[in-house]
């Protein structure tokens, strides 16, 4: 199992930037494809930005041009800078993680989450 560690996330007004981190440190697993998902209270789990082992990255329509995504592939950490925030960017932050065993996939791992609030 992925352990992922998470950090950054809290209270900024609106336009402020954050900036969210997150790494799978000592894992044993091939880490292939990261993203960053969110909940706001009420809603359903969303993705907002993936990025492949590549550096191909992916955005919701909502975020595309304010946030980014990058990676260090190497220590398997991802790094996820949102500029320009709204107050419907007010969520739970969830990083993910798809890892295999050789080609084998084991699964996705999930963050704890970190919440990030934006005041109007």
């Known amino acids: 199992q992925v352990q992922l560690v998470e950090s950054g996330g809290g209270l900024v007004q609106t336009g402020e930037s954050l900036r969210l981190s997150c790494e799978a440190p000592?894992?044993?697993?091939?880490?292939?494809?990261m993203g960053w998902y969110r909940q706001a209270p009420g809603k359903q789990r969303e993705l907002v930005a993936h990025?492949?082992?590549?550096?191909?990255?992916n955005y919701a329509d909502s975020v595309r041009g304010r946030f980014t995504n990058c990676r260090d592939s190497a220590k398997d950490a991802v790094w996820h800078e949102m500029n320009s925030l709204k107050p419907e960017a007010t969520a739970f932050y969830y990083c993910?993680?798809?890892?295999?065993?050789?080609?084998?996939?084991?699964?996705?791992?999930w963050g704890p989450g970190t919440q990030v609030t934006v005041s109007s």
């Open positions: 993910h993680a798809e890892s295999y065993s050789g080609s084998v996939s084991v699964g996705g791992a």
């Open positions: 000592k894992t044993i697993f091939t880490i292939l494809g």
């Open positions: 990025i492949t082992e590549t550096g191909v990255t």
